[in-house]
């Protein structure tokens, strides 16, 4: 298979990932939907694999919602997916920190949506901040004292479509002054497909503005990291090389299968062009790629 | 965790060759050329190192202000930290300004804070009771502005701003047609099937400097111009991390907007303010002065000393701001001024000890 990445899928390369897989981990954005459109013939693409035996997981960096929402967004989209067969960056935050002992008597402020909110909450952290702090301004008047709560003990920051001043300025405080406050990042994607028109800033935006205020680095606890593949690992107990990670983004999905050892397929149904995997600038190479899932299970056949 | 990263060079465009535009805005382009072909390495983080790689001496207190007056023709000050803090003045900056003007000193003020035009801060001085010309304030709103002026920004694209009203004033003065600004503080998005976020084909730059009503809508809007508009600029007034926009504490500053926007176009800025050499080049060609007659004065090692540095002149560090001297004489520290001394008014004291 030392094609490099550079040349498409073809029909025997297809059947000989599949004899090597037992679990598929799909990305979802770009993958299997673009915003609230499931991408067309994804569907009969999972019931082919399902029915050759294969098993998946679904592994998003969109920390929007919590793995209950996604297991409801499948299930809306007509497909019947289990919540512990997904794992979205939200989860990992969350897992991060019980992981790290985080103490329960801290708090984290959150910048970012609902989904992170839930999944801290699930496992029994406080967090303030998240959509209802989008309401709030600032005022520079000289009086005015930007006050912050000293129990936050983490910050964590993922996509946020209500972020503004107050949040940032919030995090920027908290990180620099509650001694030993975590810095941790659910995703630092650049852009995401969260409609189906066109792409939209990702996380990687509120990260770096929070990361250029307070000069300091995140914890990145999402793709590329590989922090959930320990999940996958303890979940299947195969050794990684029977894995294959499916995805549309280079330096997320595809760097997250090189750094955890596992097959790699693009798919160019995202936000990667051919152009741009065939761009001499890019050094990132998946095994091979195919136009879509589709595209993918039919090469199976042919 | 990033191992590699799909990153696009940012690019300008080459400056135009000389045209029959006049001749003083063909002498900045000539002035301003060597600035422009080194641009693309100068103003991205590798400027930081710059300071580094010359091991520089460990900075002297200031003893002898006299001989320092005496040894240079201009005085370069910062502002926030070294003029005002917040909407306060410093102790003894009026009687420090008059005594240098006396000495015959041309004092200008260079402030990264894009909030204000130059007229706007023009008010400021004078509602502290300082007499100050706004001729001799260069505010990175005003930097933006004659950035685009000295590469014959074309009058029939538009600028989107990610910023105040100071830079919206600047644009407005040099000619230049702007979307953005404050109002669109006020415009949110809804992420819902079938929505599509329309932006103007014809913005040919976008300008991101500090924004208390940055949002989800502007990133987004800056970003679609950037990423899809052939040619589009993205210039950034300063990257200052914090900044002192009350005096009772620090506030995320102009470089986490831009951080923002480097974050979601994975692209580089060209920067205008400090510590990029811009308004050094600019304001060294408009008065006719060279660098070695120049002193800065700033408080931030990493835009205001750098900034002095970079150009080539001498620095004093002051410690009325956000540096103290634990920061400067700290281990992680590789910015070292010249000199080192706790306020501007030092320039009286020390004066009269040596008397």
Not at chain 1, 208 to 225: D, F, L, R, T
Not at chain 2, 169 to 188: I, M, N, R, S
């Amino acid at each position: 298979m030392a094609n490099g990445g550079r040349e498409a899928l073809t029909p025997q390369a297809a059947r000989s990932l599949v004899d090597s897989v037992d679990v598929f981990i799909f990305d979802c954005d770009g993958v299997i939907w673009k915003g609230d459109k499931l991408i067309e013939g994804v569907s009969e693409a999972l019931h082919t694999l399902r029915s050759l035996g294969k098993k998946f997981v679904f592994l998003t960096n969109n920390s929007r919602k919590s793995r209950k929402q996604y297991a409801k967004k499948f299930s809306k989209l007509g497909m019947e997916i289990n919540e512990d067969e997904i794992f979205t960056s939200s989860f990992a935050a969350a897992m991060y920190l019980k992981l790290n002992n985080f103490p329960t008597d801290k708090k984290v402020y959150v910048v970012g949506e609902e989904g992170i909110k839930e999944e801290l909450k699930l496992v029994g952290y406080e967090s303030i901040g998240g959509p209802e702090d989008g309401k709030k301004s600032i005022q520079l008047e000289s009086s005015f004292f930007f006050d912050h709560d000293k129990s936050v003990g983490a910050v964590v920051v993922g996509l946020d479509q209500h972020f503004n001043y107050y949040k940032l300025q919030y995090a920027n405080l908290c990180i620099r002054e509650n001694p030993g406050c975590l810095f941790i990042a659910t995703n630092r994607d650049s852009t995401g497909n969260l409609t189906s028109l066109q792409e939209w800033p990702g996380a990687g935006c509120m990260v770096s503005a929070v990361s250029c205020s307070v000069q300091k680095e995140p914890v990145v606890v999402g793709k590329p990291s590989t922090f959930l593949m320990d999940f996958l690992l303890e979940r299947f107990r195969i050794d990684v090389s029977r894995m294959c990670m499916v995805g549309d983004r280079l330096d997320t999905d595809i760097l997250f299968g090189h750094n955890a050892g596992c097959k790699t397929l693009l798919v160019l149904s995202g936000v990667t062009t051919l152009p741009a995997l065939l761009d001499p600038s890019n050094s990132i190479h998946p095994d091979s790629y195919a136009n879509d899932m589709s595209h993918f299970v039919q090469l199976l056949s042919q | 965790m990033l191992t590699s990263r799909v990153i696009s060079p940012s690019f300008l465009p080459l400056p135009p060759t000389a045209s029959t535009s006049s001749s003083s805005f063909s002498s900045l382009r000539t002035i301003l050329s060597p600035f422009l072909a080194k641009t693309q390495l100068s103003y991205t983080r590798t400027s930081r190192m710059a300071s580094s790689l010359t091991a520089r001496a460990a900075a002297n207190k200031l003893e002898n202000a006299d001989e320092l007056i005496d040894s240079v023709e201009t005085f370069i000050f910062d502002c926030d930290g070294v003029i005002w803090k917040g909407d306060k003045l410093i102790e003894g900056v009026p009687e420090t300004l008059d005594m240098l003007r006396s000495k015959g000193k041309r004092l200008v003020f260079v402030t990264n804070n894009s909030t204000k035009s130059r007229k706007q801060y023009g008010k400021k001085f004078e509602t502290l009771g300082l007499s100050v010309n706004e001729e001799e304030i260069f505010a990175s709103s005003f930097a933006a502005a004659a950035y685009l002026q000295s590469i014959d920004f074309p009058k029939d694209k538009k600028v989107y701003v990610i910023g105040e009203d100071g830079i919206l004033k600047e644009l407005e003065l040099a000619g230049f047609q702007y979307l953005g600004g404050p109002t669109d503080g006020d415009k949110k998005i809804e992420l819902k099937p079938g929505f599509l976020m329309e932006h103007d084909h014809n913005v040919g730059a976008v300008v991101v400097g500090f924004d208390r009503y940055f949002n989800y809508y502007k990133v987004q809007y800056g970003t679609l111009c950037i990423r899809e508009n052939p040619g589009c600029l993205f210039i950034a007034t300063n990257r200052d991390a914090v900044t002192h926009l009350t005096d009772a504490q620090e506030w995320a500053g102009g470089g986490s907007m831009v951080g923002a926007i480097r974050g979601s176009t994975q692209k580089e800025p060209l920067v205008v303010g400090k510590p990029s050499t811009f308004m050094m080049d600019y304001l060294s060609n408009k008065f006719g002065i060279s660098k070695s007659q120049i002193c800065m004065v700033g408080d931030r090692l990493d835009t205001d000393i750098l900034f002095g540095q970079n150009g080539g002149c001498k620095t004093l560090l002051v410690l009325s701001g956000v540096t103290s001297l634990e920061t400067l004489q700290s281990p992680d520290n590789s910015i070292q001024p010249d000199f080192y001394t706790s306020k501007i008014a030092d320039f009286l004291s020390l004066k009269a000890a040596t008397v």
